[in-house]
């Protein structure tokens, strides 16, 4: 009798567990949110794949196992500079509302077509790209004759998104412009688009940022993931 209430407890015990894993599901993250101005609160992941040599094929083999291949993720920056205020600029370009707005920043999720021409902005220097395996961060910088804008990034793979984590820095004369610090999730087929709205009825070099994040595959081809096929 006693063997059997055991047994009882104990399938009570692992149904109890069972439906804390499967209804305990952290909450959605918000699809634009502001982090703190500081470095980036990241670590890298440490998957032993990418530490061993291409010659061992068998202990290759044995991680690819456990861990699975490494996942690529690709990020195309455009920094760039406009001269018109901040309603010229969301009216020419469509915008709307932006999804976060705080300290001087508006941010908006938009379709890739945005990435063709953004009207009422120039672009500055050359469009950057970097490519790292999911969970590593990175950076990227460009100049020009007066300006530095460098970014810190971080992204992990959703299955409908890029988590995207980064840090904008723009600086001049040994002296910082300007700082913003987002972390979004980006849909297939969109980019993050970061402005500058301070001063928002003053026509003046405000700067803007255009940011990418794909999954890539050996050859540097996007991988089109299921949810974004139908992606405005």
């Not at 077509?113 to 220097?125: D, N, Q, V, Y």
């Not at 950057?128 to 970014?151: F, H, I, K, L, W």
Request: glycine residues 4%.
């Amino acid at each position: 009798m006693k063997r059997k209430r055991l047994i009882i407890l104990v399938l009570l015990l692992l149904s109890g567990v069972l439906l804390f894993v499967i209804f305990d599901k952290p909450p959605a993250l918000a699809s634009v949110m502001f982090l703190p101005p500081g470095p980036l609160a990241v670590k890298n992941d440490l998957n032993p794949y990418r530490l061993i040599p291409v010659k061992w094929a068998w202990l290759q083999r044995i991680c690819l196992f456990f861990w699975g291949r490494t996942r690529v993720i690709t990020r195309s920056f455009r920094f760039m500079e406009s001269s018109e205020t901040v309603a010229s600029i969301v009216a020419r370009n469509s915008l709307g509302q932006a999804q976060a707005e705080s300290n001087g920043l508006a941010v908006w999720i938009v379709p890739e077509a945005f990435l063709e021409r953004p009207k009422g902005a120039a672009t500055i220097g050359s469009a950057p790209r970097v490519t790292t395996c999911e969970g590593m961060q990175a950076q990227v910088m460009t100049t020009d004759n007066v300006m530095a804008y460098s970014a810190d990034l971080f992204s992990r793979l959703g299955k409908e998104t890029v988590d995207l984590s980064t840090r904008l820095v723009v600086t001049s004369a040994a002296q910082t412009n300007f700082v913003a610090a987002v972390r979004a999730q980006i849909p297939q087929r969109h980019a993050l688009f970061v402005l500058d709205v301070r001063h928002p009825e003053s026509p003046t070099n405000r700067m803007a940022f255009l940011i990418t994040a794909d999954e890539v595959d050996a050859a540097g081809n996007i991988i089109p993931r299921k949810s974004g096929k139908n992606a405005d």
